[in-house]
T-cell receptor, first 112, second 112 residues
Framework: EDKVVQSPLSLVVHEGDTVTLNCSYEVTNFRSLLWYKQEKKAPTFLFMLTSSGIEKKSGRLSSILDKKELFSILNITATQTGDSAIYLCAVEVWGSQGNLIFGKGTKLSVKP | NAGVTQTPKFQVLKTGQSMTLQCAQDMNHNSMYWYRQDPGMGLRLIYYSASEGTTDKGEVPNGYNVSRLNKREFSLRLESAAPSQTSVYFC???????????FGEGSWLTVV
C-alpha cells in the first residue's frame, strides 16, 4: 500500500529559529513529491520535486528530494509567526491520473 | 480570479439527511477531485474525475456519490449523512500534466 509519512506531527519554535520538516514515502511508480502550506483554509502550493539532489528554493523556504532514500525535507530559515501553518507533503504516482497521496501533515507553531 | 469555488462553506446536517456539495472551476481543467480532511488524518481522496463524464473512486468513497456535470462542475452528494462524515471537504482541480492541484476554500460539514 502506498504511504507518505511526515515527521514530526507538530513542532513549536521561536521566531528566528530554523526548522526542518521531514517526509518519507513508500510508493510504486513515483512521479513527483509536492509540498503545500495550509493556514486556515485551502492548501497552497509550495514546491514540486521530481529529481534527486536538486534544491528548490523560495525565499526562506527550500526543499530537496532524495529518491534513493525515499524522502524529502522542507527547510524554513529565520522563521516568522506567519510561517505558522500545517505543512503537507504529497506524492503523485504514475498512472494515478494526478491523484495525490497525502501525509498527515506537520503542524508548525512559531512563537514571537 | 475565482479558481475553484465550492459551496456551502458551512453546513450542519442531522443524521440521515442528504445534501450536495457543489464545486466549480473556471480554469478549464480536465481533472477534478474531492478530498476530506480530518484531524490527524491528512487529506484523503474520496472521488476524482479525470475528464467530463468519468468518475472514479478514491481512498474513502463509501457513503458518497459524485457527478461530473460538465467540465466546470463536480458535485459530491451525501445520500444519508452519518456523524462519521463530519469533516472538512475540499474540492480541487488540475490541468493535464500540471504541476499542482488547486484547492477550493473548503466546506465545513457537521453531522449531528
Amino acid at each position: 500500500e502506498d504511504k507518505v509519512v511526515q515527521s514530526p506531527l507538530s513542532l513549536v519554535v521561536h521566531e528566528g529559529d530554523t526548522v526542518t520538516l521531514n517526509c518519507s514515502y513508500e510508493v510504486t511508480n513515483f512521479r513527483s513529491l509536492l509540498w503545500y502550506k495550509q493556514e486556515k483554509k485551502a492548501p497552497t502550493f509550495l514546491f514540486m520535486l521530481t529529481s534527486s539532489g536538486i534544491e528548490k528554493k523560495s525565499g526562506r523556504l527550500s526543499s530537496i528530494l532524495d529518491k534513493k532514500e525515499l524522502f524529502s525535507i522542507l527547510n524554513i530559515t529565520a522563521t516568522q509567526t506567519g510561517d505558522s501553518a500545517i505543512y503537507l507533503c504529497a506524492v503523485e504516482v504514475w498512472g494515478s491520473q494526478g491523484n495525490l497521496i497525502f501525509g498527515k501533515g506537520t503542524k508548525l507553531s512559531v512563537k514571537p | 480570479n475565482a479558481g475553484v469555488t465550492q459551496t456551502p462553506k458551512f453546513q450542519v446536517l442531522k443524521t440521515g439527511q442528504s445534501m450536495t456539495l457543489q464545486c466549480a472551476q473556471d480554469m478549464n481543467h480536465n481533472s477534478m477531485y474531492w478530498y476530506r480532511q480530518d484531524p490527524g488524518m491528512g487529506l484523503r481522496l474520496i472521488y476524482y474525475s479525470a475528464s467530463e463524464g468519468t468518475t472514479d473512486k478514491g481512498e474513502v468513497p463509501n457513503g458518497y456519490n459524485v457527478s461530473r456535470l460538465n467540465k466546470r462542475e463536480f458535485s459530491l452528494r451525501l445520500e444519508s449523512a452519518a456523524p462519521s462524515q463530519t469533516s472538512v471537504y475540499f474540492c480541487a482541480s488540475r490541468r493535464d500534466n500540471g504541476n499542482t492541484i488547486y484547492f477550493g476554500e473548503g466546506s465545513w460539514l457537521t453531522v449531528v
